[in-house]
């Protein structure tokens, strides 16, 4: 079965989309990504700008994307790099501007050196200039001195853009709604994770330390053809998992903890992002399930929600009324559940939201609210849900039974037209399975 991706005819249709919403007599300029020194003159491996990648599927950098709507000698250019077979020897093929114009369907292209002698002229007499300010500080001012260039002509009857628009609202709001290929791709990347998550599951024990749990799934990653994690991984054992961001992932993992990993992948420039937290010798203890079953059911709540027509905030709701419910009957709050969530006494085991967008960035782009009030899910937006409750080793407020247990259970969900899609099922997720899978491991 061929792997999902995306075809050059869905890149060349949101060109033309973007542009339809751009102002009149308008420019686009949109950059590469920077090369970012690791170490001495060691790079990191480079990863193109999601804007970027999403309009054109180019991976290499040193290279900038000029939309010109309505252009009569063409709307859609890219300055890249020459071929070169030296460079090429050394650090691989490149696809040079010919070979652009016919492989990504653009109307022409032309040598990232020579971007300085020709882009001042495709501004020049274009009212509007939409570019994406503040991002990279160098090609900032290489804007700037373009501008300043036809500024210096002006008594000579050229004419000056009089405007800078950022261009990520039009840009953010398209990559919000996924096409039924992206939601292929994005399925395809959950399903990668969920192998690499029970592949961690299966092989964890005592006695192993968080960094080995690291290495089963970015092996699963790697061989399933994602050779990035998407974000900075989470192991997080015993008392680490109440770190939210912990990701020193060195501890030696004990009996009787629980183990947290908040780990996806990155397939075609498409993110996942799971979490799961599971015994670490395969058996939850009486306040571990509690506490787990308790993050469940607000997961599960919260996914029913997940549809067109909601609020985005309303999956959020639900989870917060949940927990808070749960926490009272368990004896960690005290109190009527309506004014505890008044107060947000409930912030002191739950004070993150459950989800965020995602997509080609992991916190993927698109407002949460519009004109101040939390926007209607649609079909083809994909969000995480991702309730969690952390109950701080030094927290004195609870009975030291309960110390140090945290618990996050996360995936991603797709909107449909008729209700939702978890892209990332198939991953053991009640206290009966995990227990199950991995005395059967």
Known sequence: ????????????????????????????????????????????AFRQNSDLYYLTGFTEAQSCLVLIPGRKQGECLLFCQEKDLVKELWNGRLMGPEQAVETLGLDDAFPISDIDDILPGLIEGRERVYYAMGRDEQ????????????????????????????????????????????????????????????RAMQ?????????????????????????????????????????????????????????????????????????RTFPVDGKFSKEQKAIYELVLKAQVEAIKVVK??????????????????????????????????????????????????????????????????????????VMTVEPGIYIAPGNKKVDKKWRGIGVRIEDDVAVTEDGHDVLTDGLPKTVKDIEEFMAAA
């Not at 090369?35 to 003159?41: F, S």
């Not at 008594?155 to 292929?184: A, I, Q, T, Y």
């Not at 994602?226 to 993992?253: K, T």
């Not at 993927?364 to 083809?380: A, H, P, Q, T």
Request: net charge neutral; glycine share 8%.
């Open 308 to 381: 067109p027509g909601n609020h985005w905030d309303d999956p959020h709701k639900v989870t917060v009324k949940v927990i808070t419910e749960g926490l009272v009957k368990l004896g960690l709050l005290k109190g009527k559940v309506d004014t505890l969530i008044k107060k947000g006494a409930y912030r002191d085991f739950y004070m993150h939201r459950a989800g965020h967008w995602i997509g080609m960035d992991v916190h993927d782009v698109g407002d949460y609210k519009i004109d101040g009030k939390w926007r209607l899910l649609e079909s083809g937006m």
């Open 203 to 275: 092989v964890c024990k005592p006695g192993m330390y968080e960094y080995e749990l690291e290495a089963e799934y970015l092996y699963e990653f790697a061989r399933s053809g994602c050779r990035e994690p998407a974000y900075s991984s989470i192991v997080a054992s015993g008392e680490n998992a109440c770190i939210l961001h912990y990701n020193e992932n060195n501890m030696q993992m004990k009996k009787g903890d629980l183990v947290l990993i908040d780990a996806g992948c990155e397939y075609q420039y498409y993110a996942s992002d799971i979490t």
């Open 139 to 198: 090609f900032d001012h290489k804007v700037m001195e373009w501008v300043k260039v036809i500024r210096n002509k002006v008594r000579s009857g050229v004419h000056s853009p009089g405007e800078f628009l950022v261009l990520d609202h039009l840009l953010h709001e398209m990559r919000l709604v996924k096409s039924s290929n992206e939601l292929k791709v994005m399925r395809e990347s959950g399903q990668v994770a969920v192998r690499a998550h029970k």
């Open 1 to 44: 079965m061929p792997q999902p991706r995306i075809k050059k005819t869905e890149y060349k249709k949101r060109r033309r989309e973007l542009m339809a919403h751009m102002e009149p007599n308008s420019i686009a300029v949109i950059s590469s990504a920077d090369e970012i020194l690791r170490n001495g003159d060691s790079h990191y």
